[in-house]
C-alpha cells in the first residue's frame, strides 16, 4: 500500500527553528510536495522537490531524499502566522497526490 | 501561481436539498480537476478525479448518484451534492491541474453544513 507518514502535531517557540519529518512509501514517485494549511482554509503551496538535495525558499526550506523516502520541511525565525497544518503529499506513478495527515504546528510566544 | 476560484465559500442546507460547488481555473486550463473532502483534523480525502470532458473517476466508497461531478469545459467543474445529509457536512475543497504540469492548485474551499 501507500503510505505517508509525518508527526500528528509538533509545538515551537517563535523565533525558533522547526524541522517537520515526512517519510513515503508509494508506488513510483514523481515529486513530494510541501503544503501549508490554516485552519479553515484550503492548502496553499509551499514547495515542490523531485531531485535530492535541499531547496530554499525565504524562511523556508524542503529537503528530499528519495534513497530513504525521506522528507523535512525547515522553518526558520517562526512567527506566529506559522501556526498551522503542514501537510506533505507525494505525486505517485500516475500523478495521483498521495497526501499525509499533516503535522499541526503550535507556535509560543 | 495560477487561480482556482471555488465557489460559494459556505453554505447552509437544508437536509434532503441539493448544493452545487464550482470552481472555475481563471488563469491556466485545468484539464485535470481534483475533488477533496476534509473533515475537521482530517488531512484531504480525494473524492473524484475528473479529466475535461471525460466522466469522473471516483474513489472507492464515494457514491457517484450522491456527488454528481461534471467537468465539460477546460476552466469550469462543478460538484452537486444531491439529497444532502447531515453526515455530509464537511470542507469541500477542489484542485485543478493543467496538462503537463505536476502542481495543482487549489481552490478556497466551501464549507458546507446540512441542517
Known sequence: GQNID????????????????CTYQTSGFNGLFWYQQHAGEAP????????????????FSSFLS?????????????????????????????????????????IKP | GAVVSQ???WVICKSGTSVKIECR????????????????????????????GSKATYEQGVEKDKFLINHASLTLSTLTVTSA????????ICSGRGQGIT???FGQGTRLTVV
Not at chain 1, 6 to 14: D, G, S
Not at chain 1, 49 to 58: A, S, T, Y
Open chain 1, 6 to 21: 509525518q508527526p500528528t502535531e509538533m509545538t515551537a517557540t517563535e523565533g525558533a527553528i522547526v524541522q517537520i519529518n
Open chain 1, 44 to 59: 496553499t503551496f509551499l514547495s515542490y522537490n523531485v531531485l535530492d538535495g535541499l531547496e530554499e525558499k525565504g524562511r
Open chain 1, 66 to 106: 528519495r534513497s530513504k523516502g525521506y522528507s523535512y520541511l525547515l522553518l526558520k525565525e517562526l512567527q506566529m502566522k506559522d501556526s498551522a497544518s503542514y501537510l506533505c503529499a507525494v505525486l505517485d506513478s500516475n500523478y495521483q497526490l498521495i497526501w499525509g495527515a499533516g503535522t499541526k504546528l503550535i
Open chain 2, 7 to 9: 465557489h460559494p465559500s
Open chain 2, 25 to 52: 481555473s481563471l488563469d491556466f486550463q485545468a484539464t485535470t480537476m481534483f475533488w477533496y473532502r476534509q473533515f475537521p483534523k482530517q488531512s484531504l480525502m480525494l473524492m473524484a478525479t475528473s479529466n475535461e
Open chain 2, 85 to 92: 445529509h447531515p453526515e455530509d457536512s464537511s470542507f469541500y
Open chain 2, 103 to 105: 502542481e495543482a492548485f
